[in-house]
Each structure stands twice: as structure tokens, then as C-alpha cells.
């Protein structure tokens, strides 16, 4: 018969499993507890779907639809016009990046209306004729083939770019050629027009410049790619009028109506692309930062091309407007040199005088020197009242903000016309080149943000990724499929527009303050918090387990006395 265990054996067992208790509460209760109430919230991202984007495959279609006008083809040449035609080239920049360019033709011939409209005596009038009866989408071409006994085309014209989405092909009648050599013949012309009012090679190239190596440019795409800002969803244009010797100048300015007359029309027709909102301010006392030099031959003063980056800094800290705006500001800045180094003159490389007397720093603006035209050759009576030629300044920071924006000249052959923007500063097509290098521009930024932004997200697993953050991402990979998609069926408009939603949504994801790394704890300085916590209670509750175990062991191994 078992002897009663005394106190001293109570105590001990009633030790060993308050040990075994508080050991078992924090081990299933207290570590799980601990665990789920300081894990880092991470809502879930696309990571398949952004993977998918890092590698970009882009196809650009182009609509163009190609009329023939009376004379241009026999009735059996008629009777055999394909409705449509795909023509297709693949550019490879690298493994990661590829576009297809790929045009969709569609032949038909003019209607009564369209016929009337190519019969009359001037091209600006038959071009505003044909946009009455069809003003084409965004990013579509119409291409008006017309007989050579035509009179509208003046003479070694072969082909007429007018202000829209048009163009005339003045065609040699091929009555003994089969329809197939017409059409490749007719191809060629159609390729190199299609290059011209839509998209080059070069210019999809220069868009996707953060996505290739600046090896993959000419010097002159490259010059082209860095001359203009980048994307944005708006742009704040300041126009400064620098007075440097008030004591000798009156100046007087007509901006608002200036801006109104010749400005606002080309930002009208800018509105799909950005918001723009214009200002004005007149600076006194605002010097240039170099000493123009002085020329005995000419009694006059000049800036060589090598003094002209050492201007901008010192005006740059009166202007004042781009560090309070949120979006890139475009400078435009008149300066009126003082009496004391006029006329003022600037050199190009060359060390000849440049006609426009101005020059533009890339993704900065302008700056253009304006001479007074002192009336007597003698000291003349000041100040000295100037009414400055607005038109002569506005058709200068008219062409220096065209090329910040990224809408350069285009190279056509000889027999070539091209018809003036007008009043509006900008025809259609323009507009539509812009925005095929805007949008795929906008679709490369994206992606690359999106690419930045996950794997920064995998490789620190401790910072919070809360549902906004998630939103916006869902949201920029959506609108970037969308943009993909609506690229390839060719409707440009809608695919910039989300293009511009995407680059949004992925800007405020990748900059968004919950995202900054300072906020979070490195995993050695959380050890270095939670270990002076937890250790003074773990190491008695270990100890305790360990002597248990040990006594456990001990008895396992002592003989069974019984009497």
C-alpha cells in the first residue's frame, strides 16, 4: 500500500503544473495572440499580372482608309479592289520590349459628295470640303487617291498633307497593270505617309527610352527624346518679362491679348493631352548671369552658344512659380537688354546671329532678347517708351513651346506639301503624333513603376500595404490592359485617355506616404524591442520546464519501492 505523498511532495507537483499551465497558455494562447496583433497588414497585389506587363509586347494599329477618285482606276481595275489589306513589321528592341507596327487599309471609292468636294480649284478649300463630310477619329488616316490629269496638286506635288487626318496621292493611271502591282506601288507611298501623320519607328523608340538602352538612339532621336518634358497630366506656362534698367525703359507688353490670339488656340487644341494654365509677370532689376562681350565691327553685343546654359540659373531664382506648383512650369522669358549693352545678339555654334535672337533649354523653356530700336543714334531721352511687337514674341515662344512638348518637324521628300497649322498652331495629325508617343510613353512608365513597386513590396516583407495603395495598383494594371487593347484595335483616344488613368493610379501607389521604408522597424531593432520583453518572463518558465523534464528523467529510472 502506497504511502500519503507529504506537503513538501504536494507543493512540488502543484509547482510543476502551474509551470506547465503558464507554459501551455502562452505557448497556445499568448504567442498566437502576439503574433496576429503586430503582423504587418498586406493587402494582396497582382504580382502575376504586373509580371506579365515587365515584359512589354506593343502593337500599334493605324486605320487608313484609302479612297479612289474618278479616273484613277478602269472598270475591271474597279471591279477587283480588295475591301481590306493588313501590312505588319516587327520591331524587337530587346528581350523585354517589342512593338509591332501594323496598318489597316481598308480601299473604297468616293461617294457624290466626296467628288464635289475634290472638284474645287483649291486644296485648303477641298480639304475643309472633305472634313465637313468625314472629320475622322483619333489616329486614322484617309488617303484621297486622285487622277495625275487632276489640277488641285500644283506642279512636282505628288502628295498634299493637309491640316486633318488627310492626305491627297496624285496617282499615274495604270491601265495595263494588274490590280496587285497598283497596290503595291500605291503601298509605298502609303507607308511613308502613314509615317508622317502618325508614328515613326524612331518616335515609338524615344517613347520607350526607360525601357532600352541609350545605345538603341541616334544622336538626334536622343537630342529629341531629352529636348521635351515628359508626360504629365498638366503643365503651368509662365510667360516673365525681364526689365533690367527700368530707368531707361518703358516697357509695355499686351500679354493677355497675345496669349489669347495666338497661345490659347494651340492649347485648345491641346486639351486631350494635358491641362495648361498660362501666367504672366514682369521682373525688374533681372540680369543675365554672364557679361555679353562687346564687337567693335558691329558695335554691338554678344552670347555665344557656350555662355548661354550659365543665363538660366541666375533669372531662374527670381521666376518663383515652380516651386509652388505641382505641375512641370514651361518658362518663356523676354528679355529686354539694358541701353548700356544694346543691341544684344546671340551666336549659335557656328558664331553666326541667330534669326529668332532666342534659344530653348530643354524641358525648361525659353528665353528670347528683345533689342529696342532706338529711333537717333544719339543718347536718346529716358526712360524710353517700347511697345513691344507681340506678334514677332509670339511666333517665337509659339515654336520653342511646340518643341518642349515634343511636336518636331517632319521630314518629307521634295514632292511633298504640307499644309501650315494656321491659327490654331497645330493641325490634327500632329496632335494624333503626339499622342501615339504620349500614350505608349504613359504605358512604358507605368510598367516600369509597377515593376519597381513589386519587387521593392517583395524584398521588404515588413511594410504595410494598405487597401488604398492596393486599389490604386488594381486599378493602374487594369487601365494598362485596357490602353494595350484599345492600341491594338487602333482607337487612339480612348487608349491614351487610359494610358493617362493608369500612369495616375500608379504614381499615387508608388508615392504613397505608407510606403516610405522609414516608417518600419529593420528585424534586428524589432529583436532588440522585443527581447528585453519577452525574455524575463520566458527564461523562468524555461528553467521551470527544463527541471520538470529533468525530475521527469530521473524517476523513469529510480526502482519501484513497495512494501
Known amino acids: 500500500m502506497a504511502a500519503p505523498m507529504s506537503v513538501a511532495a504536494v507543493e512540488a507537483s502543484r509547482g510543476k503544473r502551474a509551470a506547465v499551465s503558464i507554459a501551455l497558455v502562452a505557448a497556445v494562447l499568448g504567442l498566437p495572440l502576439w503574433w496576429k496583433t503586430t503582423e504587418t497588414y498586406r493587402a494582396s497585389l497582382p504580382y502575376s499580372e504586373i509580371s506579365q506587363l515587365d515584359t512589354l509586347r506593343l502593337q500599334l494599329t493605324v486605320p487608313i482608309e484609302v479612297i479612289f477618285a474618278k479616273g484613277t482606276l478602269t472598270v475591271e481595275q474597279q471591279r477587283t479592289i480588295p475591301v481590306s489589306d493588313t501590312k505588319e513589321k516587327v520591331s524587337v528592341l530587346n528581350t523585354q520590349t517589342s512593338f509591332v507596327r501594323r496598318y489597316e487599309i481598308k480601299y473604297r471609292r468616293t461617294s ?19 472634313q465637313q463630310l468625314n472629320k475622322g477619329a483619333h489616329g486614322s488616316l484617309a488617303v484621297y487617291v486622285i487622277p495625275e490629269t487632276s489640277a488641285l496638286l500644283p506642279q512636282g506635288v505628288s502628295v498634299y498633307i493637309g491640316k486633318h487626318r488627310r492626305a491627297l496621292v496624285q496617282c499615274s493611271p495604270y491601265p495595263s497593270l494588274p490590280t496587285e502591282d497598283i497596290f503595291r506601288t500605291l503601298y509605298e507611298k502609303l507607308e511613308r505617309i502613314a509615317q508622317a501623320m502618325s508614328f515613326t519607328e524612331e518616335a515609338v523608340t524615344a517613347a520607350l527610352s526607360n525601357r532600352i538602352p541609350i545605345g538603341r538612339f541616334s544622336k538626334d532621336d536622343f537630342a529629341n527624346s531629352r529636348r521635351a518634358f515628359k508626360s504629365s497630366p498638366g503643365y503651368e506656362i509662365t510667360f516673365s518679362l525681364l526689365n533690367p534698367d527700368p530707368k531707361s525703359h518703358d516697357l509695355n507688353w499686351n500679354i493677355h491679348s497675345a496669349s489669347d490670339h495666338y497661345i490659347q488656340p494651340f492649347l485648345d487644341k491641346l486639351h486631350p493631352v494635358a491641362n495648361f494654365s498660362v501666367d504672366s509677370q514682369i521682373l525688374y532689376y533681372a540680369v543675365l548671369g554672364v557679361t555679353p562681350r562687346f564687337e567693335r565691327a558691329t558695335s554691338s553685343y554678344t552670347l555665344n552658344a557656350y555662355n548661354l546654359p550659365h543665363v538660366i540659373n541666375p533669372v531662374e531664382a527670381r521666376l518663383g512659380s515652380s516651386a509652388a506648383s ?69 511666333e517665337v515662344f509659339l515654336t520653342q513651346l511646340r518643341l518642349l512638348l515634343g ?92 494610358s493617362k488613368q493608369a500612369i495616375t493610379s500608379s504614381e499615387k501607389a508608388f508615392f504613397d506616404p505608407s510606403l516610405i521604408h522609414l516608417l518600419y522597424f529593420p528585424d534586428d531593432q524589432k529583436f532588440a524591442i522585443y527581447i528585453p520583453l519577452f525574455l524575463p518572463m520566458a527564461v523562468p518558465i524555461l528553467l521551470s520546464l527544463l527541471k520538470i523534464a529533468k525530475e521527469y528523467k530521473s524517476s523513469k529510472k529510480e526502482p519501484i519501492k513497495t512494501e
Open 326 to 394: 505641382l505641375y512641370p512650369v514651361l518658362n518663356f522669358l523676354l528679355y529686354v537688354p539694358e541701353y548700356s549693352h544694346s543691341p544684344l545678339h546671340i551666336q549659335d555654334k557656328d558664331g553666326s546671329r541667330v534669326s529668332s535672337n532666342a534659344f530653348h533649354s530643354p524641358r525648361w523653356g525659353g528665353i528670347m532678347v528683345y533689342n529696342v530700336d532706338y529711333e537717333s543714334p544719339e543718347e536718346p531721352s529716358f526712360p524710353v517708351k517700347v511697345d513691344i511687337d507681340m506678334v514677332r514674341v509670339m
Open 407 to 498: 511636336i518636331t518637324k517632319v521630314l518629307v521628300p521634295d514632292d511633298y506639301m504640307l499644309e501650315t497649322p494656321g491659327n490654331e498652331g497645330l493641325t490634327d495629325w500632329e496632335l494624333d503624333r503626339l499622342l501615339w508617343s504620349r500614350a505608349v510613353e504613359n504605358i512604358a512608365t507605368v510598367t516600369t513603376t509597377l515593376t519597381s513597386l513589386a519587387q521593392l513590396l517583395d524584398q521588404i516583407g515588413n511594410i504595410v500595404i494598405n487597401d488604398n495603395v492596393a486599389s490604386e495598383v488594381y486599378h493602374a494594371v487594369s487601365s494598362v490592359q485596357v490602353a494595350l487593347a484599345e492600341l491594338e484595335a487602333g482607337r487612339l483616344e480612348s487608349a491614351f485617355q487610359a
Open 112 to 130: 457624290s459628295e466626296e467628288d464635289g468636294a475634290l472638284g474645287l480649284h483649291t486644296l485648303q478649300g477641298a480639304d475643309a470640303a472633305l
